[in-house]
């Protein structure tokens, strides 16, 4: 249980953290401040899903465990992300 909590949030982060990085290239007309704010908006989803997840996860999985599931749930993230836009 403890893994399924931590992969469904690092998911979470990761599609939160694909929309602020991402998402404004789609609003290319609007002012960098503008997308910037926003960005930032949306990144602080992206740390109340990510935080939990390693704090959950590490009764579980060691740091380095973390960062390596972190990155293999991003690649995957990023692959839909860039499929579907």
């Given at each position: 249980m403890?893994?399924?909590k931590t992969?469904?949030?690092?998911?979470?982060?990761?599609?939160?953290m694909l929309f602020a990085w991402y998402?404004?290239?789609?609003?290319?007309?609007?002012?960098?401040?503008?997308?910037i704010v926003v960005s930032?908006?949306?990144?602080?989803?992206?740390?109340?899903?990510h935080v939990p997840a390693?704090?959950?996860g590490h009764e579980f999985?060691?740091?380095?465990?973390?960062?390596?599931?972190q990155e293999v749930i991003t690649f995957f993230a990023f692959t839909i992300f860039s499929i579907l836009s």
């Open positions: 403890i893994a399924f992969i469904s949030l690092l998911l979470l982060s990761n599609i939160f998402g404004h290239l789609k609003f290319k007309n609007q002012s960098i401040w503008i997308a930032w908006g949306i990144a602080f989803f992206e740390y109340c899903a390693n704090r959950i999985f060691t740091a380095p465990q973390l960062k390596m599931l």
